[in-house]
Nanobody, 128 residues
Framework: QVQMVQSGGGSVQAGGSLRLSCAAS????????MAWLRQAPGKEREGVAT?????????DYADSVKGRFTISYDSAKDTVYLQMNGLKPEDTAMYYC????????????????????WGQGTPVTVSS
């Protein structure tokens, strides 16, 4: 089993920055992909950013966050980060980290159904 514990988040004005962290523990050596997803009130959970842990750290982003958000993974700490810059009110949501031991095709990297393990969620609020 894998446990994932999130930290970071909070409230910020539009244009500001926040960083989310998610530390994985347990059988982390098996993890192939880690991701951040978000869910706004009344909306479906959507993929924001993803990174493969092996063999190379390939990344992918939702079009809505490209150029503003950066996902990274520290293998020594088994921790995935999401640096969010240029935040907009429409980025307001509950953010979740997620991971999977499965080999994913690029077409599925941002799908919530692709992930087995989840963090507890952390709220991000961006005011205008």
């Amino acid at each position: 089993q894998v446990q994932m514990v999130q930290s970071g988040g909070g409230s910020v004005q539009a244009g500001g920055s926040l960083r989310l962290s998610c530390a994985a523990s347990g059988y982390t050596a098996r993890l192939k992909h880690m991701a951040w997803l978000r869910q706004a009130p009344g909306k479906e959970r959507e993929g924001v950013a993803t990174i493969s842990t092996v063999p190379t750290p390939d990344t992918d982003y939702a079009d809505s966050v490209k150029g503003r958000f950066t996902i990274s993974y520290d293998s020594a700490k088994d921790t995935v980060y999401l640096q969010m810059n240029g935040l907009k009110p429409e980025d307001t949501a509950m953010y979740y980290c997620a991971a999977t031991v499965a080999e994913l095709s690029p077409a599925t990297w941002l799908r919530k159904s692709a992930y087995d393990y989840w963090g507890q969620g952390t709220p991000v609020t961006v005011s205008s």
